[in-house]
């Protein structure tokens, strides 16, 4: 782990600080992806990037964050003694992203098709997930 610290280190500080993929779609846009909705074409190489390179299940369970937070707020706001509003709230935020994770690979195949992108094959089941 040092190594890897050392080595970004050594390198200039433009090539250190994370960049925005080319084609991102901004803060706006990415909201809309993250609730659900189709972006146009212009987007296909980054919703294609989102959805299948590395990390592409805790992007999922950071976009499912977007959703559930605010109606997990919107219950703490709600009348009642602090220990229901809390235990509401996080049974939602839990019970959301448990779902999320379960039928992770589900919801991505179903983003994918939306977007018109190819479902790539699970090494399990040797085909794409969700096909017949």
């Given at each position: 782990m040092a190594y890897a610290?050392?080595?970004?280190?050594?390198?200039?500080?433009?090539?250190?600080?994370?960049?925005?993929?080319?084609?991102?779609?901004?803060?706006?846009?990415?909201?809309?992806?993250?609730?659900?909705?189709?972006?146009t074409a212009e987007y296909r190489d980054w919703v294609l990037h989102e959805l299948t390179d590395a990390g592409w299940r805790v992007r999922a369970l950071g976009r499912q964050l977007v959703v559930l937070v605010p109606v997990a707020g919107a219950f703490l706001a709600l009348p009642g003694p602090w220990s229901l509003r809390i235990g509401i709230a996080a049974l939602i935020i839990f019970g959301g992203l448990l779902i999320a994770a379960t039928y992770g690979d589900s919801l991505r195949a179903s983003r994918l098709r939306q977007h018109r992108l190819p479902v790539p094959e699970d090494p399990d089941l040797g085909r794409p997930t969700d096909s017949a």
């Open positions: 610290f050392h080595q970004a280190a050594a390198r200039p500080a433009s090539v250190v600080g994370m960049t925005r993929l080319a084609g991102d779609p901004g803060v706006v846009r990415w909201l809309w992806f993250a609730l659900g909705f189709r972006l």
